[in-house]
């Protein structure tokens, strides 16, 4: 059996949890740059903003409604979610992180699972501050419909039982299914199937010729048989990406080197984290396609490396040696970024009879991380990102709160 807990309106939810003054008010979070609308409270919901809605376009809800918007600050989405994680590790034996505001939770073995998800509920809620719900069912598919249902209901639905589990399937649209989305609900729909009941009980032969197996085991899910077990650990990843838009055009070639030599750092140090190593690199440097009146041009180049990597310097070099030539004069980039390509753990690679299987300098690397772990990421770096506080690349965050979690300097006062 399987719970889903999701933290409801997650990052508006995170910036309530320290500024009082935002609850019961309309709040959206903002994307990078602050361009559209990525998180939106029930107030906001309200007001019929949409997810993805350019800011430019709520400027009159401020004056008119109170809206309150924020930049996205994820370095505090992503403690918080550690927070509420560790909770759910303390309550079930076997947890899958499924995204910053979603987890797969084990509950085989609980008698009396309505009450356990009412108790860890409240205990998320009042341990962290972010309110939640739970859906519960014998499948992850059929945990996830429950989930959202019960955000309507009291927070927490259990479709253990068949004939309830049936009475909600007949109801539920199945455009809202997990896996089917605004893509296929058109399709089902021409073939009469609208709802999850309705996908559940079509025959299986037709379903999986028609939509491949992705679907058929959705199918299967609303059946009751699991086609999906719980992940405890993360998959490796085939490739690692940091990009970034920026704030403003950016002409200077060195200013966009330094950008991605930045992203090239970032890329490297999720790469150790997870205990991987690179065999490719992938750099891109694009125009501001909003603007067609402008010169445009998106720069792309890409290379194998003699032998995988995880060390930023050789990374770095490599990234220098692509952008020779790469870039033109009299061109806006808005944005650019490095992908680390071929992934692997070095234990998992084919040994080479002429040269090293992994070159770079591990010592100098694990020592760099300590030092960025201790004292925060950047305290250690490379000069060729440019070290600078505030970059002409940087990102346009007007309204970003404070790293309440996660900066020594930023913890809210507390009087009496």
Known sequence: MFGLVDGNN?????ERVFQPALRG??????????????????????????????????????????????SANFGLYGDMSGRVVAI????????????????????????????????????????TGIPNCIGIGP???????????AKSADGVIDLGDAAYRDSVLRTFPVGDLWGVGRRLAPRLEAMGISTAAALRDAPADDIL??????????????QGHPCMELEEVEPDRQQIMVSRSFADRVEDHEAVAQALATFAVRACEKLRARGLVAAGVWVFAHSDVFRPELRQHNASRTVGLPASTADTTVVLGVVRKLLRGLLRDGIGYKKAGVALLDLARPDELQADLFGPTVVGNERLMATMDRINQKFGRGTAGLGASGWQARPAWGMRQHMLSPNYTTSVHEIPPARC
């Open 25 to 70: 008010v309309p709040l959206v979070v903002l994307s990078n740059n602050d361009g559209c609308a990525i998180a939106r409270s029930a107030e906001a919901k309200a007001l019929g903003i949409k997810m993805g809605q350019p800011a430019h376009e709520l400027k009159h809800l401020v004056r008119r409604n109170g809206l309150q918007m924020r």
């Open 209 to 222: 010729a028609a939509f491949g197996v992705t679907l058929a085991r959705t199918q299967r899910e609303l």
């Open 88 to 127: 759910l590790r303390d309550a079930a034996p076997r947890v899958e992180v499924y995204s910053i505001d979603e987890s797969f939770i084990d509950l085989d073995g609980v008698r009396n699972r309505l009450q356990f998800a009412r108790d860890l509920r409240q205990r998320v809620h009042r341990w």
């Open 139 to 149: 499948t992850k598919t059929l945990a996830k419909l429950a989930n959202k249902v």
């Open 10 to 14: 997650f990052y508006a939810s995170c």
